[in-house]
């Protein structure tokens, strides 16, 4: 299973792994600013005092943390189409992960919210600031940055789900392994290659998670 | 000094032959104990599909499993063991069922397995005890009907099928572009089809017919026949020639044909 | 519009839940121990056993699950679903342990030191001061880390393995109507939902009698 020239042939085929790391990638940057700018706005609505809009983000946070992406995925693919809406593969993949990991992330801004100071609010308003204002201009700045270390655990998260991918033929690094696999029965190769590959993405973030994590601590 | 020099030599001497001797009886054991072990472990192992009536299919009703290649195992473990229920069964995929042999979690697959010259470098085949064809089905409401129809549009496979190779030849034969979405999956594609993911599944006919319903048909052409071997781990000739006698006794008594009746394939 | 939901198929489902179940649980046993010896030898810092616990985690906790799931099925010789309970427990097995490595750091030095004053040896400070501390902080990652095992188990559908999720998808495979494929994904997500919800339920059970 691990002789010699399966991996070279491994390295002559490098271009249909580079081709789903690149979807993956790309995958990865679209869902992740799709996800934060979902988080925030979740987050944010979580802590106001709107109860009906609170409760809608509630049952969404429930729903979508308490259901595996696949079934969510799945569901994009299979089942939208018939309501006309067809999304290609790589938008099921960029809504489900934004979906899915975002209501994780507003989970970890509405905690972060709720750790800034009462006071840091009340002086706002003291001094005339809306609710959006408060918000954006004092309060969202320190709660980010309590935030950073799980937020950047998540995104880790993400990239690892980005292989559910797999499911819907969407092209990313874990179909393409698998393919490929399946086509030369090379197993072993493809997937000890494609780890390595996933490693050099998710490593250097985890290691930055955890240099942040350390600064939080020390304040 | 000379003594010892003396007694040295001969111990390496020794030492040599006793390797070689060694290596000779356990390349002798090497060749032809698969078999044995078999028949320690008191069950033969085979991985079968679970999903295509008539050959390999888990009765969701009554949790067995039924079919041609399932009567077929059984044949070969009456041969091992004189009792044809001495089998475990594990439920494969056309992509899990290769692999599954190299780990030696089965001994053997009967599992719809299209013997080609490019996996008989990788596999033992037995003797072809049924010849299939690639299908294709597509939604009657999609307005394809033949091959041709098909230049452009998407074809749903199973990871490690034939399929792929065999409609790309085709398809470059009378000219036209497909493309391909691969499954792990039969179910899947079934539902990818249904869904407009795809424009048509493709398989063995003999799969295809498994998923049949009043909303999709099959395109009237047949391509690259799909001679199915039962496959065993290179090497095992012991079993090799077991499995192989079963098939021809078989074929050669009428049992063959009088398994494919009764399982409703002829 | 439940045409599907026959008596076999709803057997067929339960059977699936099962062995979800069955996954989910021995991932969860599993995972907790190991993984906490692995964080625990992590955090310790001190020899061989911590390198090699930190070589581990770093490396397992930075790839997805469903490469561990795919070539743990291909290149071991285990039967199916052991095969994805192995896979998913080297998988947890570095997130849990990364959340205890987490709990553990959130004790303050001060309480290790009061400890070996009061002359408590290492291993005495970690079971008898640290580690009850450390379990009340931890609940609520655990718990989010379990409900997320009985998730992924979704993952291990694409090595046929008749969990709930490819077990719903075999049949999917045999209905078309726009309706059963809607009412049969909204049943086995709702599944998912009140088993987790469930789990979530029992922990803060567990939490308020311990209080």
């Known amino acids: 299973m691990f002789e010699l020239y399966r991996w070279k042939e491994l390295f002559q085929n490098w271009f249909v792994f580079a081709e789903g790391f690149g979807i993956t990638v790309a995958l990865s940057a679209v869902s992740l600013a799709a996800m934060l700018i979902l988080s925030i706005v979740v987050g944010l609505v979580r802590c106001s005092g709107n109860r009906v809009l609170k409760g809608i983000m509630l049952a969404y946070i429930n729903f979508f943390q308490n259901t595996p992406l696949v079934i969510q995925i799945l569901f994009m693919y299979n089942v939208l189409p018939r309501a006309g809406i067809v999304l290609s593969p790589f938008a099921c993949g960029v809504f489900g992960l934004s979906l899915y990991t975002g209501a994780f992330g507003a989970s970890i801004i509405e905690a972060a919210i709720n750790a800034v100071p009462k006071g840091q609010k009340e002086a706002a308003y003291s001094q005339g600031m809306d609710y959006i204002q408060t918000m954006f201009i004092i309060v969202l700045p320190q709660a980010v940055r309590t935030a950073l270390p799980p937020l950047a655990n998540q995104c880790v998260n993400m990239i690892k789900n980005s292989s559910a991918l797999a499911f819907v033929a969407g092209g990313d690094l874990m179909y393409r392994a698998d393919s490929w696999a399946s086509d030369t029965l090379y197993y072993p190769q493809s997937f000890i290659f494609t780890g390595l590959l996933y490693l050099s993405l998710c490593l250097p973030l985890s290691k930055w998670a955890e240099r942040l994590e350390k600064k939080a601590v020390r304040v | ?266 | 519009m439940n045409s599907f939901l026959t008596g076999d198929t709803i057997v067929f489902l339960l059977r699936g839940l099962g062995i979800t179940l069955v996954i989910a649980l021995s991932t969860i046993v599993l995972s907790f121990i190991f993984g906490s010896v692995l964080g625990i030898a992590r955090y310790t810092e001190r020899g061989i056993a911590a390198k090699l616990a930190a070589l581990y985690i770093d490396t397992v906790r930075n790839i997805p699950l469903l490469l561990f799931i795919i070539g743990f099925r291909f290149t071991l010789p285990l039967p199916p679903v052991i095969s994805a309970i192995t896979a998913m427990t080297v998988f947890t097995s570095a997130m849990v342990a990364e959340i205890i490595r987490g709990g553990l750091n959130s004790i303050p030095q001060g309480q290790w030191e009061a400890a070996y004053s009061q002359g408590f040896s290492f291993a005495g400070t970690l079971m008898h001061v640290v580690l009850p501390q450390t379990v009340r902080r931890i609940r609520k990652p655990l718990m989010g880390q379990f409900v997320t095992a009985i998730k992924d188990t979704s993952f291990c559908s694409i090595i046929a393995v008749k969990e709930l999720m490819y077990s719903g998808t075999i049949i999917m495979g045999k209905y078309v109507k726009s309706i059963q494929v809607i009412a049969l994904y909204a049943v086995i997500a709702l599944v998912y939902f009140s088993v987790n919800m469930l789990l979530l339920g029992i922990s803060k059970k567990m939490v308020k009698e311990q209080s």
């Open chain 2, 1 to 266: 000094m000379y003594e010892s020099g003396g007694k040295m030599k001969r111990s390496v001497k020794v030492l040599v032959a006793g390797i070689i001797m060694l290596a000779a009886a356990g390349s002798a054991f090497a060749k032809s104990d698969a078999l044995s072990k078999i028949k320690k472990a008191g069950v033969l192992k085979v991985g079968v599909k679970e999903d295509v009536p008539k050959f390999g299919y888990l009765n969701p009703s009554t949790n067995k499993h039924e079919g041609f290649e399932i009567d077929l195992a059984g044949a070969i473990a009456k041969k091992i063991f004189g009792d044809e229920n001495k089998i475990k069964f594990t439920g494969v995929t056309a992509k899990t069922r290769g692999p599954l042999l190299d780990t030696g979690e089965v001994d053997l697959v009967l599992a719809t397995f299209t013997v080609t010259d490019a996996r008989r470098k990788v596999y033992d085949f037995s003797d072809i005890y049924f010849t299939d064809a690639v299908g294709i089905m597509v939604k009657k409401s999609s307005g394809v009907a033949s091959f041709k129809d098909l230049d452009g549009k998407t074809i749903g496979v199973a990871q490690s099928a034939t399929t792929k190779k065999a409609l790309q030849e085709a398809a470059d034969k009378i000219g036209i572009k497909i493309k391909f979405s691969e499954y792990a999956t039969y179910p899947e594609i079934k539902t990818a089809l249904d869904s407009g993911r795809i424009d048509a599944f493709s398989v063995d006919q003999a799969i295809l017919l498994g998923y049949m319903e009043d909303s999709v048909m099959l395109l009237p052409e047949r391509f690259e026949e799909q001679p199915y071997g039962a496959a065993i781990k290179k090497g095992n000739t012991d079993l090799l020639e077991l499995v192989n006698s079963v098939v021809d006794d078989m074929k050669k008594s009428g049992e063959l044909d009088a398994l494919l009746k009764k399982n409703g394939l002829k």
